[in-house]
């Protein structure tokens, strides 16, 4: 075997050793990143009623700063109660806009985690109130 073949030989298998080892730490960083991990209503899906808006985040957001917006189909603001945390990183608002009709509606979020920088984001869900009018 060519000298040039087990050097290229010994590389890969160095380099496959270094990434199986450092894995582990990658995983863990990317659990640790402050994230949506859940909503209700969850994002694309159809409603019949809305009572609330859930987030849970991968850590309990920072109370400085942190917003919950919910926009009709046409951009206007719902509106929505206090923004309210728990200890299980649920971020919570309760929807007072009585009337909310059927249509698609979009969430906008912002908050930050253990880091201090904070992320944003939306999702839209559609609303079928049974009878129009919830």
Avoid: C
Avoid at 62 to 85: F, P, Q, V, Y
């Amino acid at each position: 075997m060519s000298r040039l073949l087990k050097n290229k030989s010994a590389l890969a298998a160095t380099l496959a050793l270094g990434l199986s080892a450092t894995a582990p730490l990658y995983v863990d960083a990317v659990m640790m990143h402050f994230a949506l991990a859940s909503s209700v209503p969850e994002a694309d899906s159809m409603v019949s009623e809305l009572n609330a808006i859930q987030l849970t985040f991968t850590q309990v957001p920072k109370e400085e700063g942190r917003t919950l917006r919910l926009l009709d189909s046409a951009g206007e603001l719902a509106e929505l109660g206090e923004i309210h945390m728990d200890e299980e990183k649920v971020m919570s608002a309760h929807v007072e806009a009585e009337g909310l009709g059927t249509g698609n509606y979009t969430v906008v979020w912002r908050a930050a985690g253990d880091d201090g920088h904070f992320i944003k984001g939306e999702y839209t869900f559609m609303l079928h109130a049974e009878d129009g009018i919830q």
